[in-house]
Protein backbone atom coordinates (compact mmCIF):
# COMPACT_ATOMS: atom_id res chain seq x y z
CA UNK A 1 0.00 0.00 0.00
CA UNK A 2 1.48 3.23 -0.79
CA UNK A 3 2.78 5.66 1.51
CA UNK A 4 1.32 9.58 1.19
CA UNK A 5 4.72 11.73 1.75
CA UNK A 6 3.89 14.95 4.39
CA UNK A 7 5.84 18.48 3.49
CA UNK A 8 7.61 18.74 6.15
CA UNK A 9 7.03 22.37 8.11
CA UNK A 10 5.04 24.17 10.10
CA UNK A 11 1.02 24.01 9.34
CA UNK A 12 -1.03 27.14 9.56
CA UNK A 13 -4.49 27.18 11.02
CA UNK A 14 -7.66 28.04 8.94
CA UNK A 15 -8.49 31.23 11.34
CA UNK A 16 -4.69 32.07 10.98
CA UNK A 17 -5.27 32.13 7.16
CA UNK A 18 -8.15 34.49 7.25
CA UNK A 19 -6.91 36.89 9.89
CA UNK A 20 -3.47 37.33 7.47
CA UNK A 21 -6.11 37.62 4.66
CA UNK A 22 -8.09 40.17 6.45
CA UNK A 23 -4.37 42.11 7.45
CA UNK A 24 -3.65 41.86 4.09
CA UNK A 25 -6.57 44.03 2.87
CA UNK A 26 -6.35 46.16 5.87
CA UNK A 27 -3.41 47.23 4.82
CA UNK A 28 -3.55 47.78 1.44
CA UNK A 29 -6.21 49.77 2.13
CA UNK A 30 -4.23 51.91 5.02
CA UNK A 31 -1.29 52.08 2.38
CA UNK A 32 -3.11 52.98 -0.56
CA UNK A 33 -5.09 55.53 1.60
CA UNK A 34 -1.87 56.99 2.77
CA UNK A 35 -0.57 57.32 -0.68
CA UNK A 36 -3.81 58.88 -2.01
CA UNK A 37 -3.25 61.76 0.87
CA UNK A 38 0.68 62.32 -0.42
CA UNK A 39 -0.50 62.06 -3.72
CA UNK A 40 -3.28 64.72 -2.98
CA UNK A 41 -1.05 66.92 -0.93
CA UNK A 42 1.81 66.62 -3.54
CA UNK A 43 -0.75 67.71 -6.42
CA UNK A 44 -1.47 70.75 -3.63
CA UNK A 45 2.21 71.48 -3.35
CA UNK A 46 2.73 71.64 -7.13
CA UNK A 47 0.21 73.65 -7.56
CA UNK A 48 1.14 75.92 -5.10
CA UNK A 49 4.81 75.80 -5.46
CA UNK A 50 3.77 76.82 -9.26
CA UNK A 51 1.04 79.09 -8.77
CA UNK A 52 3.98 81.00 -5.98
CA UNK A 53 6.92 80.29 -8.27
CA UNK A 54 5.07 82.00 -11.49
CA UNK A 55 4.15 85.13 -9.19
CA UNK A 56 7.47 85.90 -7.88
CA UNK A 57 9.08 85.07 -11.41
CA UNK A 58 6.45 87.65 -12.22
CA UNK A 59 6.95 89.85 -9.52
CA UNK A 60 10.76 90.05 -10.37
CA UNK A 61 9.88 90.46 -13.59
CA UNK A 62 7.95 93.52 -12.60
CA UNK A 63 10.54 94.38 -10.33
CA UNK A 64 13.49 94.06 -13.03
CA UNK A 65 11.12 96.13 -15.73
CA UNK A 66 10.44 99.01 -13.08
CA UNK A 67 14.34 98.90 -12.20
CA UNK A 68 14.60 99.16 -15.69
CA UNK A 69 12.58 101.95 -15.97
CA UNK A 70 14.05 103.46 -12.87
CA UNK A 71 17.56 103.00 -14.27
CA UNK A 72 16.96 104.65 -17.29
CA UNK A 73 15.11 107.88 -16.27
CA UNK A 74 18.38 108.11 -14.26
CA UNK A 75 20.38 107.52 -17.72
CA UNK A 76 18.38 109.87 -19.74
CA UNK A 77 18.66 112.35 -17.21
CA UNK A 78 22.45 111.90 -17.32
CA UNK A 79 22.30 112.11 -20.85
CA UNK A 80 20.78 115.65 -20.42
CA UNK A 81 23.23 116.69 -18.11
CA UNK A 82 26.05 115.34 -19.86
CA UNK A 83 24.64 117.33 -23.44
CA UNK A 84 24.46 120.16 -21.11
CA UNK A 85 27.81 120.18 -19.68
CA UNK A 86 29.17 119.88 -23.22
CA UNK A 87 27.41 122.42 -24.56
CA UNK A 88 28.69 124.49 -21.42
CA UNK A 89 32.12 123.44 -21.98
CA UNK A 90 32.44 124.04 -25.49
CA UNK A 91 30.92 128.18 -24.66
CA UNK A 92 33.47 128.44 -21.78
CA UNK A 93 35.91 127.21 -24.07
CA UNK A 94 34.98 130.14 -26.75
CA UNK A 95 34.19 132.64 -24.12
CA UNK A 96 37.74 132.04 -22.72
CA UNK A 97 39.17 132.20 -26.27
CA UNK A 98 37.54 135.19 -26.65
CA UNK A 99 39.34 136.89 -23.69
CA UNK A 100 42.63 135.46 -24.60
CA UNK A 101 42.25 137.19 -28.21
CA UNK A 102 41.63 140.46 -25.84
CA UNK A 103 44.63 139.65 -23.73
CA UNK A 104 46.59 139.50 -26.69
CA UNK A 105 44.84 142.84 -28.66
CA UNK A 106 46.14 145.03 -25.59
CA UNK A 107 49.26 144.09 -26.59
CA UNK A 108 49.35 146.43 -29.78
CA UNK A 109 47.85 149.27 -27.36
CA UNK A 110 50.65 148.79 -25.24
CA UNK A 111 53.37 148.51 -27.67
CA UNK A 112 51.86 152.03 -28.88
CA UNK A 113 51.79 153.93 -25.91
CA UNK A 114 55.29 152.52 -25.14
CA UNK A 115 56.90 153.82 -28.83
CA UNK A 116 54.42 157.29 -27.87
CA UNK A 117 56.81 157.78 -24.43
CA UNK A 118 60.12 156.67 -26.04
CA UNK A 119 59.92 158.73 -29.20
CA UNK A 120 58.70 162.01 -27.06
CA UNK A 121 61.52 161.29 -24.97
CA UNK A 122 63.86 162.58 -28.21
CA UNK A 123 62.58 165.80 -27.00
CA UNK A 124 65.17 168.09 -26.59
CA UNK A 125 66.24 171.18 -24.13
CA UNK A 126 63.14 173.46 -22.67
CA UNK A 127 60.03 171.13 -25.05
CA UNK A 128 61.23 167.93 -22.20
CA UNK A 129 58.29 168.63 -19.86
CA UNK A 130 55.90 166.57 -18.16
CA UNK A 131 53.06 167.50 -19.62
CA UNK A 132 49.29 166.48 -20.04
CA UNK A 133 50.02 164.54 -23.21
CA UNK A 134 53.12 162.19 -21.06
CA UNK A 135 50.74 162.16 -18.20
CA UNK A 136 47.80 160.27 -20.35
CA UNK A 137 50.11 157.90 -21.91
CA UNK A 138 51.82 156.89 -19.00
CA UNK A 139 48.14 156.34 -17.36
CA UNK A 140 47.35 154.78 -20.26
CA UNK A 141 49.72 151.87 -19.92
CA UNK A 142 48.85 151.96 -16.18
CA UNK A 143 45.01 151.40 -17.60
CA UNK A 144 46.24 148.71 -20.43
CA UNK A 145 48.53 147.01 -17.91
CA UNK A 146 45.43 146.86 -15.26
CA UNK A 147 43.07 145.46 -18.31
CA UNK A 148 45.96 142.87 -18.91
CA UNK A 149 46.04 141.82 -15.17
CA UNK A 150 42.15 141.33 -14.90
CA UNK A 151 41.86 139.42 -18.19
CA UNK A 152 44.38 137.49 -17.21
CA UNK A 153 42.99 136.55 -13.94
CA UNK A 154 39.19 135.71 -15.85
CA UNK A 155 41.46 133.74 -18.38
CA UNK A 156 42.62 131.33 -15.27
CA UNK A 157 39.21 131.44 -13.94
CA UNK A 158 37.96 129.82 -16.89
CA UNK A 159 40.65 127.74 -17.09
CA UNK A 160 40.22 126.17 -13.64
CA UNK A 161 36.25 126.04 -14.31
CA UNK A 162 36.92 124.20 -17.07
CA UNK A 163 38.70 121.79 -15.13
CA UNK A 164 35.64 121.40 -12.70
CA UNK A 165 33.57 120.81 -15.38
CA UNK A 166 35.90 118.59 -16.59
CA UNK A 167 35.75 116.59 -14.13
CA UNK A 168 32.45 116.97 -13.35
CA UNK A 169 31.56 115.50 -16.57
CA UNK A 170 34.33 112.89 -16.25
CA UNK A 171 31.81 112.10 -13.01
CA UNK A 172 29.04 112.08 -15.21
CA UNK A 173 30.15 110.14 -17.56
CA UNK A 174 31.32 107.22 -15.27
CA UNK A 175 27.99 107.17 -13.68
CA UNK A 176 26.17 107.03 -17.32
CA UNK A 177 28.63 104.15 -18.57
CA UNK A 178 27.70 102.16 -15.04
CA UNK A 179 24.03 102.78 -15.79
CA UNK A 180 24.48 101.75 -19.63
CA UNK A 181 26.38 98.63 -18.41
CA UNK A 182 23.69 98.28 -15.36
CA UNK A 183 21.04 98.29 -18.04
CA UNK A 184 21.92 96.15 -20.77
CA UNK A 185 22.22 93.69 -17.73
CA UNK A 186 18.95 93.95 -16.51
CA UNK A 187 17.74 93.63 -19.73
CA UNK A 188 19.65 90.22 -20.14
CA UNK A 189 18.32 89.32 -17.04
CA UNK A 190 14.70 90.10 -18.31
CA UNK A 191 15.42 88.39 -21.19
CA UNK A 192 15.74 84.77 -19.26
CA UNK A 193 13.95 82.22 -19.36
CA UNK A 194 14.41 78.32 -17.86
CA UNK A 195 14.44 77.13 -21.73
CA UNK A 196 17.36 80.07 -22.49
CA UNK A 197 19.93 77.62 -23.26
CA UNK A 198 22.68 80.03 -20.60
CA UNK A 199 21.01 79.22 -17.64
CA UNK A 200 22.85 76.66 -14.96
CA UNK A 201 23.31 76.55 -11.29
CA UNK A 202 25.95 78.50 -9.17
CA UNK A 203 27.66 78.51 -5.98
CA UNK A 204 26.22 80.47 -3.85
CA UNK A 205 24.29 82.87 -5.74
CA UNK A 206 22.80 84.76 -2.58
CA UNK A 207 25.68 85.94 -1.48
CA UNK A 208 26.02 89.85 -0.86
CA UNK A 209 29.24 91.10 -3.32
CA UNK A 210 31.53 93.48 -1.92
CA UNK A 211 31.02 96.92 -2.55
CA UNK A 212 27.40 96.58 -2.32
CA UNK A 213 25.19 100.04 -2.28
CA UNK A 214 21.43 100.40 -0.54
CA UNK A 215 19.03 101.89 -3.40
CA UNK A 216 19.52 105.25 -1.07
CA UNK A 217 22.82 105.65 -1.45
CA UNK A 218 22.98 104.33 -5.25
CA UNK A 219 19.88 107.17 -5.88
CA UNK A 220 22.17 109.74 -3.64
CA UNK A 221 25.19 108.61 -5.94
CA UNK A 222 23.52 109.58 -8.86
CA UNK A 223 21.71 112.80 -7.43
CA UNK A 224 25.17 114.29 -6.20
CA UNK A 225 26.82 114.05 -9.70
CA UNK A 226 23.88 115.55 -11.12
CA UNK A 227 23.69 118.31 -8.70
CA UNK A 228 27.42 119.08 -8.98
CA UNK A 229 27.20 119.49 -12.45
CA UNK A 230 24.45 121.55 -12.36
CA UNK A 231 26.71 123.57 -9.74
CA UNK A 232 29.48 124.06 -12.17
CA UNK A 233 27.25 124.62 -14.83
CA UNK A 234 25.67 127.58 -12.94
CA UNK A 235 29.57 128.88 -11.85
CA UNK A 236 30.19 128.39 -15.22
CA UNK A 237 27.50 130.72 -16.65
CA UNK A 238 28.02 133.10 -13.83
CA UNK A 239 32.10 133.33 -15.05
CA UNK A 240 31.02 133.68 -18.74
CA UNK A 241 29.00 136.84 -17.75
CA UNK A 242 32.03 137.98 -15.74
CA UNK A 243 34.28 137.53 -18.11
CA UNK A 244 32.07 139.13 -20.67
CA UNK A 245 31.80 142.33 -18.40
CA UNK A 246 35.46 142.57 -17.84
CA UNK A 247 36.02 142.29 -21.42
CA UNK A 248 33.73 144.95 -22.03
CA UNK A 249 35.05 146.80 -19.35
CA UNK A 250 38.58 146.87 -20.60
CA UNK A 251 38.00 147.72 -24.00
CA UNK A 252 35.45 150.80 -22.91
CA UNK A 253 38.16 151.86 -20.47
CA UNK A 254 40.98 151.75 -22.98
CA UNK A 255 38.89 153.42 -25.80
CA UNK A 256 37.89 155.89 -23.38
CA UNK A 257 41.73 156.55 -22.07
CA UNK A 258 42.49 156.35 -26.38
CA UNK A 259 40.39 158.96 -26.68
CA UNK A 260 41.81 161.51 -23.58
CA UNK A 261 45.10 160.57 -24.51
CA UNK A 262 44.89 161.68 -28.79
CA UNK A 263 42.94 165.10 -27.27
CA UNK A 264 45.67 165.87 -25.01
CA UNK A 265 48.13 164.93 -27.82
CA UNK A 266 46.22 166.90 -30.54
CA UNK A 267 45.79 169.88 -28.12
CA UNK A 268 49.87 170.11 -27.50
CA UNK A 269 50.47 169.73 -31.01
CA UNK A 270 48.21 172.68 -31.52
CA UNK A 271 49.91 174.36 -28.94
CA UNK A 272 53.81 172.99 -30.40
CA UNK A 273 52.27 174.87 -33.76
CA UNK A 274 51.03 178.11 -32.01
CA UNK A 275 53.95 178.74 -30.63
CA UNK A 276 56.53 177.48 -33.60
CA UNK A 277 54.35 179.92 -35.59
CA UNK A 278 55.05 182.86 -32.60
CA UNK A 279 58.70 182.23 -32.90
CA UNK A 280 58.65 182.11 -36.40
CA UNK A 281 57.06 185.61 -36.43
CA UNK A 282 59.69 186.73 -33.96
CA UNK A 283 62.65 184.93 -36.16
CA UNK A 284 60.85 187.11 -39.21
CA UNK A 285 60.69 190.32 -37.05
CA UNK A 286 64.35 190.20 -35.38
CA UNK A 287 65.94 189.30 -38.72
CA UNK A 288 63.84 192.50 -40.08
CA UNK A 289 65.07 194.39 -37.24
CA UNK A 290 68.81 193.21 -37.41
CA UNK A 291 68.75 194.25 -40.87
CA UNK A 292 67.78 197.49 -40.42
CA UNK A 293 70.55 197.53 -37.30
CA UNK A 294 73.15 196.59 -39.49
CA UNK A 295 71.80 199.14 -41.94
CA UNK A 296 71.99 201.96 -38.94
CA UNK A 297 75.30 200.70 -37.55
CA UNK A 298 76.87 201.09 -41.67
CA UNK A 299 75.29 204.71 -41.34
CA UNK A 300 76.43 205.26 -38.11
CA UNK A 301 80.19 203.72 -39.53
CA UNK A 302 80.09 206.44 -42.82
CA UNK A 303 79.23 209.15 -40.24
CA UNK A 304 81.97 208.60 -38.02
CA UNK A 305 84.05 208.20 -41.11
CA UNK A 306 83.04 211.65 -42.45
CA UNK A 307 83.18 213.20 -39.25
CA UNK A 308 86.99 211.79 -38.82
CA UNK A 309 87.66 213.74 -41.88
CA UNK A 310 85.84 217.06 -41.15
CA UNK A 311 87.73 216.82 -37.69
CA UNK A 312 91.11 216.30 -39.73
CA UNK A 313 90.07 219.19 -41.99
CA UNK A 314 89.89 221.53 -38.50
CA UNK A 315 92.83 219.94 -36.83
CA UNK A 316 94.50 220.34 -40.15
CA UNK A 317 92.88 224.33 -40.17
CA UNK A 318 94.18 224.76 -37.16
CA UNK A 319 97.20 223.68 -37.43
CA UNK A 320 98.19 225.30 -40.42
CA UNK A 321 97.48 228.73 -39.60
CA UNK A 322 99.74 228.77 -36.60
CA UNK A 323 101.99 229.26 -38.97
CA UNK A 324 100.99 232.73 -39.26
CA UNK A 325 103.83 235.01 -38.60
CA UNK A 326 104.00 237.51 -36.02
CA UNK A 327 101.19 239.74 -34.59
CA UNK A 328 99.09 238.30 -37.58
CA UNK A 329 98.91 234.92 -35.12
CA UNK A 330 95.68 236.38 -33.23
CA UNK A 331 92.83 234.76 -31.99
CA UNK A 332 90.59 235.97 -34.24
CA UNK A 333 86.60 234.62 -34.99
CA UNK A 334 88.18 231.87 -37.29
CA UNK A 335 90.35 230.69 -34.31
CA UNK A 336 87.43 230.68 -32.07
CA UNK A 337 85.17 229.27 -34.87
CA UNK A 338 87.80 226.25 -35.93
CA UNK A 339 88.15 225.86 -31.97
CA UNK A 340 84.39 225.17 -31.53
CA UNK A 341 84.12 223.09 -34.34
CA UNK A 342 87.14 220.72 -33.43
CA UNK A 343 85.35 220.67 -29.90
CA UNK A 344 82.14 219.68 -31.28
CA UNK A 345 83.29 217.24 -33.83
CA UNK A 346 85.23 215.38 -30.81
CA UNK A 347 81.72 215.50 -29.00
CA UNK A 348 79.52 213.87 -31.94
CA UNK A 349 82.57 211.59 -32.80
CA UNK A 350 82.53 210.44 -29.05
CA UNK A 351 79.02 210.22 -29.23
CA UNK A 352 78.67 208.08 -32.76
CA UNK A 353 81.50 205.81 -31.10
CA UNK A 354 79.26 205.22 -28.19
CA UNK A 355 76.07 204.48 -29.90
CA UNK A 356 78.14 202.56 -32.07
CA UNK A 357 79.33 200.39 -29.50
CA UNK A 358 75.56 200.07 -27.65
CA UNK A 359 74.58 199.35 -31.98
CA UNK A 360 76.54 196.53 -31.89
CA UNK A 361 75.96 195.40 -28.64
CA UNK A 362 72.15 195.98 -29.53
CA UNK A 363 73.24 193.94 -32.85
CA UNK A 364 74.74 191.40 -30.29
CA UNK A 365 72.23 190.79 -29.18
CA UNK A 366 69.97 190.02 -31.52
CA UNK A 367 72.11 187.54 -33.22
CA UNK A 368 71.58 185.88 -29.65
CA UNK A 369 68.14 186.25 -29.31
CA UNK A 370 68.08 185.16 -32.90
CA UNK A 371 70.17 182.26 -32.33
CA UNK A 372 67.84 181.31 -29.20
CA UNK A 373 64.53 181.83 -31.24
CA UNK A 374 65.85 179.50 -33.72
CA UNK A 375 67.58 176.86 -31.56
CA UNK A 376 63.78 177.11 -29.61
CA UNK A 377 62.14 177.11 -33.18
CA UNK A 378 64.16 173.45 -33.82
CA UNK A 379 62.90 172.16 -30.44
CA UNK A 380 59.58 172.79 -31.13
CA UNK A 381 60.05 171.85 -34.69
CA UNK A 382 61.48 168.28 -33.75
CA UNK A 383 58.29 167.63 -30.66
CA UNK A 384 56.03 168.50 -33.49
CA UNK A 385 57.49 165.82 -35.79
CA UNK A 386 57.89 163.31 -32.99
CA UNK A 387 54.20 164.20 -31.82
CA UNK A 388 52.86 164.05 -35.19
CA UNK A 389 54.99 160.40 -35.39
CA UNK A 390 53.25 159.63 -32.17
CA UNK A 391 49.49 160.54 -33.97
CA UNK A 392 50.48 158.40 -36.74
CA UNK A 393 51.52 155.69 -34.77
CA UNK A 394 47.93 155.89 -33.10
CA UNK A 395 46.48 155.35 -36.18
CA UNK A 396 47.28 151.76 -35.75
CA UNK A 397 44.84 151.57 -32.96
CA UNK A 398 41.96 152.73 -35.12
CA UNK A 399 43.36 151.42 -38.59
CA UNK A 400 43.28 147.70 -39.35
CA UNK A 401 46.86 146.74 -40.23
CA UNK A 402 46.58 145.51 -43.27
CA UNK A 403 45.17 148.78 -44.70
CA UNK A 404 47.59 151.43 -42.25
CA UNK A 405 50.04 153.39 -44.42
CA UNK A 406 51.72 156.20 -42.43
CA UNK A 407 50.92 159.58 -43.21
CA UNK A 408 52.89 161.81 -45.70
CA UNK A 409 52.91 164.94 -43.23
CA UNK A 410 53.59 168.09 -45.11
CA UNK A 411 54.60 169.38 -42.07
CA UNK A 412 57.67 167.80 -41.38
CA UNK A 413 58.85 168.16 -44.87
CA UNK A 414 58.74 171.64 -44.26
CA UNK A 415 59.86 171.15 -40.66
CA UNK A 416 63.20 169.26 -42.36
CA UNK A 417 64.12 172.21 -44.38
CA UNK A 418 63.70 174.84 -42.11
CA UNK A 419 65.79 172.56 -39.50
CA UNK A 420 68.71 172.36 -42.58
CA UNK A 421 68.48 176.37 -43.05
CA UNK A 422 68.55 176.86 -39.01
CA UNK A 423 71.61 175.11 -38.91
CA UNK A 424 73.35 176.41 -41.53
CA UNK A 425 72.34 179.85 -39.71
CA UNK A 426 73.88 178.37 -36.29
CA UNK A 427 77.27 177.58 -38.30
CA UNK A 428 77.34 181.64 -39.48
CA UNK A 429 76.85 182.82 -36.36
CA UNK A 430 79.79 180.47 -34.75
Not at 255 to 264: G, L, M, S, W
Request: charged share 35%.
Amino acid sequence: MATLSVKPGRRFSLPDWHSNAELLSANAERRRSASHRVRQEARVLRNETSNQTKWDEQDNKTRLTERISSVNRWKETLDKCLADIDAEIETLAKVKEAAEHALQAKNLPLDVAIECLTLRESRRAIDVVRDPVEEELHKEVEVIEKAKRDLQQRVSEAFEQLCLLQEARQQLSLDHRGKMEALEIDRVCLSLNVNSPNISFKVNPTRVPDGSTSLQEWDDYSQRNKDRAEAEMKASNELREAIALTIAQTNNELEAQRVVTEFALRKRIRDLEKAYDELKWQEKNTLEEIAEMEEDIRRLEEDLRRKMKDLKLAHTRLETRMQRPDVELCQDQVQYGLTDEVRQLEGTISALKQKLAQSQGALDALYKQLYHIQTDIGYKANSLVLDNKCMDTRRKLTVPAEKFVPEVDTFNRTTNRGLSSLQSRQLQLA
